[in-house]
């Protein structure tokens, strides 16, 4: 693979990070909302509101960095050399290629 792994590697070091941090504040959120005493009711749900949203932001964040680094691979893969469609089954193989890698068939 062309692509840095180690680079990728880090990214996604990086984005489970985020995920665990992201989800340990929800989760955080929630079990403290369940201790809520009435007279700090609003001053307590706004604080934990915002601690959800910023978790799952977090999170969000950290799933997509993740995301990147699979689908950032498969397109440095289809970006790095020029691809043509087999006119039998349609599978996208290299321009260089006399036969189909899937069917078998001339292209
Ligand atoms: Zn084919």
Do not use: W
């Not at 809520?36 to 799952?56: H, T």
């Amino acid at each position: 693979m062309r692509f840095n792994s180690k680079y990728k590697t880090i990214v996604r070091l990086i984005g489970a990070s985020l995920i665990i941090i992201g989800m340990t504040l929800v989760i955080t959120s929630h079990l403290e909302s369940l201790n809520i005493r009435p007279e700090n009711l609003y001053d307590k749900a706004q604080e934990l509101m915002i601690q959800f949203l910023v978790g799952s932001i977090i999170a969000a964040v950290g799933t997509a960095l993740i995301g990147f680094t699979l689908t950032g691979s498969k397109y440095h893969e289809t970006k790095g050399s020029i691809k043509i469609r087999c006119p039998h089954c349609g599978y996208l193989e290299s321009e260089d290629a006399l036969f189909c890698s899937r069917c078998g068939r001339r292209l």
